[in-house]
């Protein structure tokens, strides 16, 4: 198995997420723009329901993300293939918490029409870059890696097989 002559140590740190972190914030700031010149289309009156859901969802994202940090170290510092944990459920927890979770958060709180799709829209970007990741840990770990992705989801949870 070969990983640290063709993974590089940011590869294995980061993946794609700072590109993802960039491509997701010029979203919510194109969204956030296009609130602003379209006057502000208000999902509630009173927002503070929303800001309060929206502040739940960012703190369990940063559970969530606690979580997936502490159970990747296997791959980190082991060179294994993290099937366990949040792993188990999806092929790509920290991102699907930050597509699910924190990006939901954050679109509540700013109480709008326009930014509430930015989940989606992030869904999307995220389900485009992880492919680099996933052609990375297929050379990684070939046939182990295909039969664990073959039953987990890539960003959702796979209830079926």
């Given at each position: 198995m070969s990983t640290e002559r063709d993974i590089s140590k940011y590869q294995k740190l980061f993946g794609v997420g700072p590109l993802g972190v960039i491509i997701s914030l010029a979203l919510l700031g194109l969204l956030w723009l296009l609130d602003r010149?379209?006057?502000?289309?208000?999902?509630?009156?009173?927002?503070?329901?929303?800001?309060?859901?929206?502040?739940?969802?960012?703190?369990?994202?940063i559970c969530w993300h606690i979580w997936c940090l502490?159970?990747?170290?296997?791959?980190?510092?082991?060179?294994?293939?993290?099937t366990t944990g949040p792993y188990r459920?999806?092929?790509?927890?920290?991102?699907?918490?930050?597509?699910?979770?924190?990006?939901?958060?954050?679109?509540?709180?700013?109480n709008s029409?326009?930014?509430?799709?930015?989940?989606?829209?992030?869904?999307?970007?995220?389900?485009?870059?992880?492919?680099?990741?996933?052609?990375?840990?297929?050379?990684?770990?070939?046939?182990e890696y295909q039969r664990y992705a073959a039953h987990t989801g890539r960003l959702f949870p796979r209830f079926y097989q």
């Amino acid at each position: 198995m070969s990983t640290e002559r063709d993974i590089s140590k940011y590869q294995k740190l980061f993946g794609v997420g700072p590109l993802g972190v960039i491509i997701s914030l010029a979203l919510l700031g194109l969204l956030w723009l296009l609130d602003r010149i379209f006057h502000h289309m208000e999902i509630l009156r009173q927002p503070r329901p929303l800001r309060a859901i929206g502040l739940i969802l960012i703190g369990l994202w940063i559970c969530w993300h606690i979580w997936c940090l502490k159970t990747i170290r296997r791959w980190w510092f082991e060179d294994r293939l993290c099937t366990t944990g949040p792993y188990r459920l999806v092929r790509h927890p920290i991102y699907a918490g930050g597509v699910w979770l924190s990006s939901l958060g954050v679109a509540l709180m700013f109480n709008s029409w326009i930014i509430l799709p930015l989940p989606i829209f992030m869904y999307l970007v995220f389900s485009l870059l992880v492919r680099k990741e996933e052609s990375m840990m297929t050379t990684a770990f070939g046939e182990e890696y295909q039969r664990y992705a073959a039953h987990t989801g890539r960003l959702f949870p796979r209830f079926y097989q």
